[in-house]
């Protein structure tokens, strides 16, 4: 579905249940449908778009489903405009609908390219394009009259774009943070560097008193309620991993025992030992069965393995 637009590109709008055309010689702005991203109109506290994309993650964390998303944002009068979307979704789509990269001139949401719209705009028989609150979005058409089609409708470009990046999504952000840990663990326990959990956990803190007092972060009492939750729970993770670490280094070891191995995978602490009998493996681990911890132990090769849930 083309529409007018005063530049060289036509515009297209976005929409999994239109049938398009596609020219493989014409270069195209994409307009994206609301049904491929999130908005939200917000007053924030703060003066910068870059202090504006640190927050969207938080202020989208209760309205998105799982997902690697990337966020975008812009002013539009005393509000700012956040907007959460999906590289892979909008990348695979255009493969659908038979469009290469190369095509794409510029890609905006439908909420700047739209936003001066009077009356619905039909986009097909099911769908019209309305505005709510400020928020241009996909209703019924059975819940309206008559509406203009999008062909009729003459279209300003907008100078708020996004760039799709092609590869964001075959790196899940969260599988690479536990990395991070998981490699930083790794590195305090094979340097015997024990203070450095304290002094971490230190400047966690620091960081993040200086984050809540320099962006003055309070919007709403969920979303600080968010923040400061997230904080607690990787907190108490590492507290928990220090003290099941120390237990095993202070452990009073028999002669012929030794530790072989401390490996951390982001989910459990997995120790190998060499010469504990069944019957000193209960010595052993008395202490993190007083603590009711949660733990799972088995022998392999006369060694014997503990792995700790973290």
Known sequence: MFLKFRQNAKVLFLER????????????????????????????????????????????????????????????????LLFAYEDKDILTLLGEKGISLHQVKAISFAQSVLKDIQEPVRINAEYVLTQKEGIVVLLPAAWFGDAKALEEVTLQPSKHTIQLEQFSHLVDKKTLYKAVILLSLFAAVLFGEYSYFNREKKAISLQKEKLFQEYKLKP??????????????????????????????????????????????????????????????????????????????????DKLIVEVAV
């Open 17 to 80: 249940d239109l049938t398009l055309d596609i020219d493989p010689k014409q270069k195209y702005h994409i307009v994206l449908s609301p049904s491929l991203y999130w908005v939200k109109k917000e007053k924030l506290p703060v003066k910068y778009l870059h202090e504006v994309k640190k927050l969207a993650p938080t202020l989208f964390e209760e309205t998105l489903p799982e997902g690697n998303y990337n966020y975008f944002a812009y002013k539009e009068g005393d509000d700012f």
């Open 220 to 301: 709403t009492l969920m979303q600080n309620s968010a923040i400061l939750a997230r904080y607690k729970k990787d907190d108490q993770k590492q507290q928990h991993l220090r003290e099941y670490i120390a237990y095993f280094l202070k452990a009073r070891l028999q002669k012929g025992e030794k530790i072989l191995s401390i490996e951390y995978d982001g989910k459990a602490l997995r120790i190998v030992m060499q010469g504990v009998s069944q019957r000193e493996e209960k010595r052993l681990l008395s202490g993190l069965y007083k603590q009711k911890v949660t733990l799972k132990t088995r022998y392999k090769a």
